[in-house]
């Protein structure tokens, strides 16, 4: 431990979760450091592409709640300490077939946790929701506390935030290795070893360049994402129109922006990459194809043709769940990574408890589901 008592902490990768972590440990002010192979709020990891959905009615499960409800409170206290607008509270919408599994998955999850949901009328929808029509059959619950988060400025501002309070940031700057050495570890990298008392690895879809995180159970996959411009001024708002989880077919995320709408089809080709650099940019033609045939079925508000298209790399759990924790028996190693395609939301709490994890080895929250060496069933 460093001479005051405060352990000395590094942060390997200031990304979604990292930034949080680092300006986690600075608000206690810890001698934190932290280290990425670009800068804070680069597009090239899992938080590219302008805009996240967060839900406060999580259809992964209730153990998702408090964490969520934390999360709030953190994207709060960040915009207030940043200035920054990062969360914008415009509700998120679940749309298809009224019997689908994942209608009532929103519905169970919010009546067994008292959170506020409303079904919305088809006529009320139509008033409320223009952007997402219903069709015959279908039904829409609107998760009124949900929202859209702007990933890159959060990233920013969090990594900003640490530096204010003290805490250092080596930007393109490649970790080679993390050494864990019993009570300590060690971050290389080309300009030397640096001895840590702690450090969290919070590397994303890099995670397989690091052999301490047990990995035999997480996929790095290429996610394709396309943006589609509105037909009409006044809608696709992102500061007002509720982001969308369509479910049944076609399924897929909507996210407005500033040209029209941002669309994450859920079924497509996540082929496997072995790390970001390695990830093919274009969209596949067949994708564009099926994105076009699903925009013109279901958002005849926007020109059917993308604007413009983008691929990200994210890592998966076989049980979806993240990994966040201690590997092994290690003292000296806390690992935050592999958030399966729903990590944004939660990133400041998960960077909360990182930085607990980091000085005391405990946490309030119930994360055991999370353990970095949990048996998975996927
Ligand atoms: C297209 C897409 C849509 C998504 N939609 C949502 C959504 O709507 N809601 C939601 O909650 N989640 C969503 N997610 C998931 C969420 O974005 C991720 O779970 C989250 O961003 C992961 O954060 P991370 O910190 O693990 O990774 P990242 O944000 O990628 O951060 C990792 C950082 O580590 C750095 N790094 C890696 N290796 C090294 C090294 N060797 N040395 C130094 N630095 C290194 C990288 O440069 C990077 O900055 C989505 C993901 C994708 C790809």
Redesign the pocket.
Known sequence: MSSRNQPTVAV???????AMALWQLAKQGVSAVG????A?G?D????G?ES???RAAPRRGPQYVPLLRRARELWQELEDDSGHRLFHRTGCVTVGPAEHAGLRAVQDIAEAQDLPLEWLEAAEAARRVPEHPLRDGEAMVLDPEGGLLR?EVS?LAAASRAEALGAQIHRY????DVEDDGDSATVVTEHGRQHYDRVIL?????LQ?FPVIPSRDVTVSK?D?LWFARRTPGTFLPERTPVAMRVGDPAM?CCPGADGAKI?PREQDKAEIDYPETLPRDVPADQVARAREAVQQVMPGLFPSPIRTAT????YTADGHGMLGAPGMSEALVI??A?????????PVLGEISADLALTGITDHNVAFLGPDRQQHG
């Open positions: 390997v990768g200031v990304g979604s979760v990292g280290y990425d192979s670009y804070p680069h090239r990891g899992a938080a592409g996240r959905i967060l990933p990233v700057t490649p970790v080679v919070a590397p994303g879809p890099w360049g996610v994402v995320s994450v990200y790399g994210e890592a935050a990574a958030f399966s395609g729903h990590g944004f939301q939660l990133a």
